[in-house]
């Protein structure tokens, strides 16, 4: 009993030596508080006061957003390529699951056979030389997994298959901001279009002024030119604008699964609000950004493969049974002295393998060191997007206010210097630099409100999926 006893323990003593080493993932400490300043970066440490918002560019407010986004999420080839890699994750989970569970075989081998006569050591003349040989048989193998190697393997698959799931959630979520981003710069192309087609029509009216101006004696043949040459050049402008516009709409039409010839966005007026951040952000929705779970899960298959690589050491263990029934004649099978049966154990190990074996454990521990350094590189580039993001939607909110009223004071101007102008106090120099830095004004206030917008849907990537109160 006492030897039994001993003998126990040593199998486990050994079992516990030749399983993976305790997981113990590495550590990357969240800030207490996001360094940018605002209402929105106090970080609460429960993780209380804002959750995550699957359908998070609704905070955008624009309907046509919404329905490119959910034809995304149904047609978009590399999300459905995403999705294909999860499956293929699944099914290789599956595939060590059954490594767990007994392997169960059926034969049926009915046959005629003839032997030779010259047969050596064939039994004389009592054998006949033709003869039945009919077999049917099951055959049953189930390996003791006393090393965890199975154990190991199946816990690396699964934590493969979330982490395949993590990078789709991951895909779907980088192609949703993506898609977002390109459709608000998209409409600040058409706010800008819009902006320089009125200019035109202005510098059009304004061009006809100076030309009747022309004929009657008062202007100049420079301020003629520079009239025509304004006017040009807001027309060369809004063609480029049209442009870049074109290539936004094939942009979006290739994310959302659409032929560029057969998809179009019709101009519409800016619609969109900029989505703010509640008070109290908590650094803890980092935890939940897909990239970072699906980098601390492939730490985890990592440390599980080492396991799984010192189990080769030990010898593989295997319960096997087989049985059926043979005879020379297919009624004979039915007889129950014609049956056969084998049971066992099948013990197998390797003796010398060349440091084959050893090879294999560093290379797992290489690869766990690998797994940890990407997921610390992860959870830290996830701090930095958070706060680069948030940098950005506080600067560019006050950008997007000082570009405003500067727009709009620079717009006075010109309109005042066509008048000053028209009365003949000014040149028309003054009214072509004024109608200039009017046109430059609005056209940087509307980009800096488009990535005031884009700092938004950044903000929302880079928390993993956005915001509710």
Known sequence: MIRRAALAGAVLLVAGCAGAPAYHPVTVTAPAAFRETGPWAPADAAGTTAAIAPDWWHALGDPQLDTLEAQLASASPTLASALARSDEARAALRIAQSQALPTVGATANPGYNRQSDDRPLRGGATQESEYGNNQIGLTASYELDLWGRVRNAIASSRARAVASAEDTAAIRLSLQAQLATSYIMLRGLDAESALLERSIAAFAQADTVVNARFSGGVATGIDVGRSGAALADAQAQRADVLAARARLEHAIASLVGTPASAFAIAPQKDTLTVAIPPAGLPATLLQRRPDVAAAERRMYAANRSIGVARAAFFPTIDLAAQGGTNATT??????????????????????FDGGRRAAAVREARARWDEAAADYRSTALT???????????????????????????????AANLSMIRYEKGASNYLDVVTAQTTALFEQRRAIEVHTLRLNAAVSLARSIGGGWKA
């Open 330 to 351: 297919i009624a004979g099978l039915a007889m129950a002295g014609n049956a056969f049966w084998a049971l066992g154990p099948a013990l197998a190990v390797t003796l």
């Open 382 to 412: 996830a701090f930095q997007e958070v706060e680069d993001s948030l940098s950005a939607l506080h600067h560019f909110g006050d950008e997007d206010s000082a570009a405003s009223r500067a727009a709009a004071q620079a717009q006075d």
